[in-house]
T-cell receptor
Framework: ELKVEQNPLFLSMQEGKNYTIYCNYS?????LYWYRQDPGKSLESLFVLLSNGAVKQEGRLMASLDTKARLSTLHITAAVHDLSATYFCAVDGRYTGNQFYFGTGTSLTVIP | NAGVTQTPKFQVLKTGQSMTLQCAQD?????MSWYRQDPGMGLRLIHYSVGAGITDQGEVPNGYNVSRSTTEDFPLRLLSAAPSQTSVYFC??????????FGPGTRLTVL
């Protein structure tokens, strides 16, 4: 069974600071997705990473994928309050007989 | 396009009752899935379908049934509701091998 570990689970940071969320997974996959979820809402797609070394950036968020290390990172630059949300990584294991597996999420709070 | 729609948005059931959560998509996606979301546990896959007439179990299938008679619809049935099934349920659809698109969710409480 594919396992996805995300850390930290909770993150409180001040506006203007930088931080990284980590997503480790246990089996071969070169497809990984990041989602954002606001309280009481559904999941919104942020990034689609489809190969080793893929890097995507949108505003203050940058995601990368290292398939050899089975690691993806979501880097936050100069955090602002609007980034407060829960962030999930999801690994697409369908190539290896698995399905989609989600990390447990990182609850981010940006303090003014 | 409406994307992925789910009904109802909220539901309260008594233990032992049955019900069907509806999910529909208008994007002609072959792959559809149902998840439940519980605090601290991320999203866990209940059932999925790779096309009309084909369904399979996910990580937590017990107590749930699905069917896929059309590409558009993928209902989830709770056979005999239990308090442990109190959760938020999300339906998702996926184009081929791409990312998932999620519905707005159904918040279910079982008393």
């Amino acid at each position: 069974e594919l396992k996805v570990e995300q850390n930290p689970l909770f993150l409180s940071m001040q506006e203007g600071k930088n931080y990284t969320i980590y997503c480790n997974y246990s089996t071969t996959s070169d497809r990984l997705y990041w989602y954002r979820q606001d309280p009481g809402k559904s999941l919104e797609s942020l990034f689609v990473l489809l190969s080793n070394g893929a890097v995507k950036q949108e505003g203050r968020l940058m995601a990368s994928l290292d398939t050899k290390a089975r690691l993806s990172t979501l880097h936050i630059t100069a955090a602002v309050h609007d980034l407060s949300a829960t962030y999930f990584c999801a690994v697409d294991g369908r190539y290896t007989g698995n399905q989609f597996y989600f990390g447990t999420g990182t609850s981010l709070t940006v303090i003014p | 396009n409406a994307g992925v729609t789910q009904t109802p948005k909220f539901q309260v059931l008594k233990t032992g009752q049955s019900m069907t959560l509806q999910c529909a998509q208008d994007m002609n996606h072959e792959y559809m899935s149902w998840y439940r979301q519980d605090p601290g546990m991320g999203l866990r896959l209940i059932h999925y379908s790779v096309g009309a007439g084909i369904t399979d179990q996910g990580e937590v299938p017990n107590g749930y049934n699905v069917s896929r008679s059309t590409t558009e619809d993928f209902p989830l049935r709770l056979l005999s509701a239990a308090p442990s099934q109190t959760s938020v349920y999300f339906c998702a659809s996926t184009p081929g091998m791409g990312e998932q698109f999620f519905g707005p969710g159904t918040r279910l409480t079982v008393l």
